[in-house]
């Protein structure tokens, strides 16, 4: 069964701190994809990245930045320079082979930003 | 870009009764999934259906059920209405039942009384 953890609850930091949000993740297959979605307070999900099983490399776009090792199954998310915008709940989330649109959501990470 | 468009996207019920959410997909995607998400929760697959039959299945009450049109579009029938079914509920729809690029909307936020 697939399973995604995000440990942290919560993290506080103030404005223009870096923050790591991780993400551990468990599947039996070799073939998934992995993905981080912000929610604000406004509610709606907003997409940030989706990563294949197949496909290790970092990536960077802007301020955000994900570490994907599946040594040790994690896909972590980094936000640098952190900016009040930022302030939101944060869900990594796993789905596997022939059920692409079926995603296993973490518990998400609110971030909080103040200036 | 036309996104996914959900309706309505408040909604206020008292227990028992029942509600209707719909769904338009982005134009030309031929599949969409129900999510439902309950207050500090995650969201939690629901039910998808692809060309019009259902595809996938998660954790749905028996009280609800769907449904997709020949237009694309969805809608989530709920019944019985429960103080438990009060949740953001959002669809999501992809062109393909298996390329993993999902575009959400913005959710249909039921309240029941």
């Known amino acids: 069964a697939q399973k995604v953890t995000q440990a942290q609850t919560e993290i506080s930091v103030v404005e223009k701190e870096d923050v790591t949000l991780d993400c551990v993740y468990e599947?039996?297959?070799?073939?998934?994809?992995l993905f981080w979605y912000k929610q604000p307070p406004s509610g709606e999900l907003v997409f940030l990245i989706r990563?294949?099983?197949?496909?290790?490399q970092n990536e960077i776009s802007g301020r955000y930045s994900w570490n994907f090792q599946k040594s040790t199954s994690s896909f972590n998310f980094t936000i640098t320079a952190s900016q009040v915008v930022d302030s939101a709940v944060y869900f990594c989330?796993?789905?596997?082979?022939?059920?692409?649109?079926?995603?296993?959501f973490g518990a998400g990470t609110q971030v909080v930003v103040t200036p | 870009a036309a996104g996914v468009i959900q309706s309505p996207r408040h909604l206020i019920k008292e227990k028992r009764e029942t509600a209707t959410l719909k769904c338009y997909p982005i134009?030309?995607?031929?599949?969409v999934y129900w999510y439902q998400q309950g207050p500090g929760q995650d969201p939690q697959f629901l039910i998808s259906?692809?060309?019009?039959?259902?595809?996938d299945k998660g954790s749905i009450p028996d009280r609800f059920s769907a449904q997709q049109f020949s237009d694309y579009h969805s809608e989530l029938n709920m019944s019985s209405l429960e103080l438990g079914d009060s949740a953001l509920y959002f669809c999501?729809?992809?062109?393909?039942?298996?390329?993993?690029?999902?575009?959400f909307g913005e959710g249909s936020r039921l309240t029941v009384l």
């Open positions: 999501a729809s992809s062109l393909g039942e298996n390329t993993g690029e999902l575009f």
């Open positions: 599947t039996r297959d070799t073939t998934y994809y």
């Open positions: 990563r294949n099983s197949f496909d290790e």
């Open positions: 989330a796993l789905s596997e082979a022939n059920s692409w649109g079926k995603l296993q």
């Open positions: 134009p030309r995607h031929d599949t």
């Open positions: 259906f692809y060309e019009k039959m259902q595809s």
